[in-house]
T-cell receptor, first 118, second 111 residues
Framework: GAVVSQHPSWVICKSGTSVKIECRSLDFQATTMFWYRQFPKQSLMLMATSNEGSKATYEQGVEKDKFLINHASLTLSTLTVTSAHPEDSSFYIC??????????????FGPGTRLTVL | QKEVEQDPGPLSVPEGAIVSLNCTYSNSAFQYFMWYRQYSRKGPELLMYTYSSGNKEDGRFTAQVDKSSKYISLFIRDSQPSDSATYLCAMSARGTYKYIFGTGTRLKVLA
């Protein structure tokens, strides 16, 4: 099956610093990648959708200047949380869509990154 | 009213039982229906992916979609303690890749 990796798996940072999270599709080219946020015992909330080579589309209520997304290649998307604050502490999960026949629409998720802002 | 409703559980069953997990939805435009399994502190793992109505079977898992009732189900046969996880349903409409997730049902299979 399609494999998506995330790095780092967990990160602790001080308030006011920026944190970058990488999402990679390891065995397929991802035309579209998605970034989700998940609070404890809650479901996944889509933050933004990114297509390779174009600007990300952010969901309503998500600050695009705070959550910077770059989809530089068909296998890599990054999420940078700028000037992180304790309320940004959460579990961030990316997913990738292959967009080829037979898999169109399926999203494969990474293992997630747990961010703790002190 | 949420677009997708899912009982959060927890649902506790003995090992070997048949488990039934369900979601209801309100948006008739949904065409794609997915079930994911998520272990604690891990990313969701795709279990079943179905299009429109009908049944789909994969090993111990069977997914059913009833679009007329706006109701989907996931059945797990011969449940194992390793099946203990949170099960998320997700849906999307044709022409969009945006998934709408249920809140997830926590399942505990007791040995």
């Amino acid at each position: 099956g399609a494999v998506v990796s995330q790095h780092p798996s967990w990160v602790i940072c001080k308030s006011g610093t920026s944190v970058k999270i990488e999402c990679r599709s390891l065995d397929f080219q991802a035309t579209t990648m998605f970034w989700y946020r998940q609070f404890p015992k809650q479901s996944l909330m889509l933050m933004a959708t990114s297509n390779e080579g174009s600007k990300a589309t952010y969901e309503q209520g998500v600050e695009k200047d705070k959550f910077l997304i770059n989809h530089a290649s068909l296998t890599l998307s990054t999420l940078t949380v700028t000037s992180a604050h304790p309320e940004d502490s959460s579990f961030y999960i990316c997913s990738a869509r292959a967009g080829t026949s037979g898999t169109e629409g399926e999203q494969f998720f990474g293992p997630g990154t747990r961010l703790t802002v002190l | 009213q949420k677009e997708v409703e899912q009982d959060p559980g927890p649902l506790s069953v003995p090992e070997g039982a048949i488990v039934s997990l369900n979601c209801t939805y309100s948006n008739s435009a949904f065409q794609y229906f997915m079930w994911y399994r998520q272990y604690s502190r891990k990313g969701p793992e795709l279990l079943m992916y179905t299009y429109s109505s009908g049944n789909k079977e994969d090993g111990r898992f069977t997914a059913q979609v009833d679009k007329s009732s706006k109701y989907i189900s996931l059945f797990i046969r011969d449940s194992q303690p390793s099946d203990s996880a949170t099960y998320l349903c997700a849906m999307s409409a044709r022409g969009t890749y945006k998934y709408i997730f249920g809140t997830g049902t926590r399942l505990k299979v007791l040995a």
